[in-house]
Structures are given as C-alpha cells and as structure tokens.
C-alpha cells in the first residue's frame, strides 16, 4: 500500500486555492518552525459565508495537501458550518494519512478557526470562547505523532 493517497498526492501536486486576499476578512496562522509546517488561511466572508478562501502553506506534502482540501471543504460555507470542520473531516476527504501526518489535519483545522476568529474580533461579534480551542501543541505532536 502506497504511503500517500491519490487525493493526498493530488493535492499535493495541484493545490487548491494557494495564495493570499489582500483584503481579506480574516486571517488565520498557526504552526511551529520545530515541526516545519506553518499554515496561513484567508477568508473572505459576505453575510455570514465564507465566499473565497486561499492559503499559503510552509511544509510538507501532507500540510499542503491538507490546507488544499480543507480550502476546498469550507469554500461557500456558512461561517457555523466551517467552524464544525474537523481534522478528522480533513483526513478522511484526503482518503487518510499516515498517522506521524495528521498533526497537519489538525493545523488546517485550527487555522480554519483561526481565521474566524479573527473575523469575530475585527468585527466584535460575540462568540463561544471554547469553539477556539487553545493553540495546538506541534512540539508534542511531532514528537508522539499525533
């Protein structure tokens, strides 16, 4: 069995949405230099939509292909619905990862939050502290490959 996905290799090789809104309506950063992947999420947000979202990804194949496809997941999503994205959605649509990669599922999700996050506080929308989890911990999960 091969390491990698077709859909991993594919957005790996061909990557959705790579790039950066200027004017973008949040912005999104989470990683570790330690770990070597650092994500960067873009969104654009028209009542209450996610109407574009681009990235830009410092990493491995499996953080590009993750970042790709979780770009592609929330695209034309409402923000509630974005916010219920899970790294566990992330690596099933990429048909799985090896299990010392889905620290880079979870970086996509927690950038996707991210993101949102900071469209609320630009905007001083109120919501629930706990759907933004405390940073993730790279250093730990590179080193227990979760």
Partial sequence: MALYSEKVMDHFRNPRNVGIIEDADGVGEVGNPVCGDIMKIYLKIADDTITDVK??????????????????????????????????????????LPA??????????EAIKSAIKDYYDKNGI?????????????????????
């Fill in 126 to 146: 109120a919501y629930d502290p706990a759907e933004f989890p405390e940073e993730h911990d790279c250093e730990a999960c590179c080193v227990h490959g979760a």
């Fill in 100 to 109: 010392h990669k889905l620290h880079c599922s979870v970086l996509a999700e």
């Fill in 55 to 96: 990235f830009e990804t410092f990493g491995c194949g499996s953080a590009i292909a993750s970042s790709s496809m979780a770009t592609e997941l929330i695209k034309g999503q409402p923000l509630a619905d974005a916010l219920k994205l899970t790294n566990k959605a992330v690596t099933e649509a990429l048909d799985g």
